[in-house]
């Protein structure tokens, strides 16, 4: 066995009580307190501005930070299931909860000096103050890190930063922000470090709310950094070891993912099982049909292809060491395991709704929502084809090791 699977209670592809509980606990909370508010977001591109802070009071935020610092002191795998729960009743919240607990709170954590912790983190686990990771800027989406352009220069105690990011989840709403910036553009990609930001820092802003086709509640943004001030307090990690930073934030990013896909996958599954036993045609419930029984026969195997291949990638992607990722076996395999979870959720969704048929094409049923999610996870955190890139070069690497 894996020795990450089996320090992460992963026994013959399932879940343990302790793990099993998390999951179905997060799973009662969101169908309770979650799911009420999907509708309305997906509707008006509304944020439920209390959401994060009951989120909080319930224990959901910091799943891997400490007690200490005000979190649940849970492993990976069990961030991944709470995840996972809350996907199920409102996708959109849930991705906002990823970027606001492992792209940032979890960055901070793994990367930031205990000052850093101790200022930062309880009010991010506690949901008082949402938080935000801002990579990506206009022009450099997949070559995020090579093309970026914001800068910061060293000014006494402060930084000055000057650029761009977009599409930013949760953007518009976010108290605390991890930003990269360049800090010597003679290093290209070498040469990025990694800030805390505050809303209220002089020269920050947020120039657009963005209207997207799906995830829609959960805000995204456009963020200017006009000679921006950050302390030098906020550096994250050191000058110039932004990279680090990000390849472990990004293999971890990923892991969490996928079951944020297996969440929606799951749902739509269920939608669609009793949508096929109550929806009669000719006569008989459509679940008689053996053209929709082969449907919802093909979704239960890719629900569960998701899930196995998820859960192991969550226990292996747990023991990852600061500044390890961004090469080897982990960030093939979390590559690997987006990439099938992203594809694999999408085309669940496209049989969803073909066994909903006109109902299904209507924008507001449930399941026209959660079919307007496909496209954005096989595009945010490394396109599809960025994740074939990662695997082959690592497995031409491998080959080439072992000529």
């Not at 940032?104 to 009010?123: F, H, K, M, S």
């Not at 470090?193 to 020269?203: C, L, N, R, T, Y």
């Amino acid at each position: 066995m894996n020795v990450a699977i089996g320090l992460n209670r992963v026994q013959s592809f399932g879940l343990d009580e302790d793990q099993s509980a998390i999951l179905d606990q997060a799973d009662r909370y969101a169908r309770a307190e979650l799911y009420p508010l999907s509708q309305r977001m997906d509707d008006d591109e509304w944020w439920p501005d209390e959401a994060f802070r009951q989120i909080g009071a319930n224990g959901y935020f910091g799943a891997t930070i400490p007690e200490q610092y005000g979190g649940a002191g849970m492993d990976l795998l069990g961030a991944g299931l709470v995840l996972q729960g809350f996907a199920r009743w409102n996708h959109a919240l849930a991705l906002s909860v990823v970027a606001h607990d492992n792209l940032c709170a979890n960055n901070i954590y793994r990367n930031g000096n205990e000052d850093q912790r101790r200022r930062y983190l309880p009010d991010l686990c506690a949901g008082r103050k949402v938080g935000a990771l801002g990579l990506t800027e206009p022009g450099a989406g997949s070559d995020a890190l090579g093309s970026m352009r914001t800068t910061a220069r060293r000014d006494g105690d402060h930084y000055v930063l000057n650029g761009s990011k977009i599409y930013i989840t949760n953007g518009p709403v976010a108290d605390v922000l991890l930003v990269y910036a360049k800090t010597d553009k003679e290093r290209g990609a070498h040469g990025i470090s990694a800030f805390i930001v505050e809303k209220d820092f002089p020269g920050f802003k947020v120039a657009q709310k963005l209207t997207k086709m799906g995830y829609r509640g959960s805000p995204t943004g456009e963020l200017l950094f006009e000679d921006c001030r950050v302390p030098a307090a906020n550096l994250i990690g050191g000058e110039n070891q932004g990279v680090s930073v990000v390849m472990s934030g990004l293999d971890l990013e990923r892991a969490m993912i996928s079951p944020l896909c297996l969440g929606i996958g799951e749902r739509a599954l269920e939608l669609s099982i009793e949508y096929a036993k109550t929806r009669q045609q000719f006569g008989k419930p459509i679940g008689s049909f053996q053209m929709v029984q082969s449907m919802l026969a093909e979704m239960y195997v890719l629900v569960e292809t998701m899930r196995t291949f998820s859960y192991r990638t969550l226990a292996e992607a747990a023991p990852l060491e600061i500044g390890g990722g961004g090469r080897g076996n982990i960030h093939m395999l979390t590559a690997a395991s987006v990439m099938y979870a992203a594809e694999a959720c999408h085309q669940v969704l496209d049989k969803a709704v073909q066994v909903h048929g006109g109902a299904g094409y209507i924008w507001e049923s449930e399941i026209n929502r959660l079919y307007r999610s496909i496209k954005l996870l096989e595009i945010g955190a490394g396109t599809t084809e960025v994740r074939k890139m990662i695997i082959a070069g690592e497995l031409l690497k491998g080959m080439k090791r072992d000529g």
